[in-house]
């Protein structure tokens, strides 16, 4: 069914022209959907039988599976991450890890305020020719704690094999788990209580001075010197 645009001919002759009603155009569309599909054709390439083609037509027929949802209700989180191109290319091991520093500080604050922990961490690295390269790795103890990100990502960063003129850094956690839900070793229970003291504690002075009130040293003269005029993607 064809639309009247303004500033055309049918626009102007618009009062003469017999135009369906709602009703009329979608009995039209059921009939074409199904003569369509008897023959072959629910993907046709013309109007909404484009990519979405197979969607409206279940649509228009009621077909839907999935449960009726409030436009109120918060969609699930995927994933949480943080990506940085800057303004400065960066160059080497110490530059790239001080940036990470920053990156995963930030990342790990949005998982714990959102109550979760990751099992899947992925790095993404892109240098001045825009060469964009990913690595993710799946961890047996989710976490969302700075120190394992910054870890891992780093790791993941060498693995993806660009570590001069490094324009983009990016560091998410995907695969959630609730905070508190996870299987901890017993090795690792010592060292998980002491840094969610810690993480805390930070979060309970940025919550109340700012996300800035506390930072890493190493990030901070990072950030001065090579982030001040770059974007930020959340």
């Known amino acids: 069914i064809l639309k009247i645009e303004e500033n055309t001919k049918f626009y102007k002759v618009r009062d003469t022209l017999n135009v369906p009603d709602e009703d009329a155009v979608c009995d039209q569309y059921l009939f074409m959907c199904e003569h369509l599909e008897s023959n072959g054709f629910c993907h046709y390439e013309i109007s909404n039988f484009g990519k979405n083609g197979m969607l409206l037509y279940n649509y228009a027929k009621g077909n839907d599976t999935d449960r009726v949802k409030s436009i ?44 979760v922990k990751c099992s899947v961490i992925s790095a993404t690295v892109r ?58 070793s017993l090795f690792e229970v010592g060292r998980d209580k002491k840094s969610d003291k810690l993480d805390k504690a930070i979060d309970s002075v940025r919550a109340r001075f700012g996300q800035k009130a506390i930072k890493f040293a190493s990030s901070e003269e990072h950030y001065t010197k090579y982030a001040e005029k770059g974007d930020e993607e959340r």
């Open 72 to 115: 109120y209700e918060a969609e699930e989180v995927k994933s949480i991450g943080n990506s940085y191109t800057f303004a400065h290319d960066l160059q080497g091991e110490e530059e790239i890890r001080h940036a990470l520093v920053w990156l995963c500080d930030v990342v790990s604050s949005r998982m714990r305020k959102a109550g």
């Open 127 to 184: 240098d001045s020719n825009f060469k964009t390269v990913s690595r993710q790795m799946t961890i047996s103890c989710p976490t969302n704690h700075g120190a394992d990100l910054l870890k891992i990502g780093m790791e993941l960063v060498k693995k993806c094999g660009i570590m001069h003129n490094v324009r983009l850094l990016g560091i998410s956690g995907s695969n959630f788990v609730q905070d508190g839900e996870e299987q901890v």
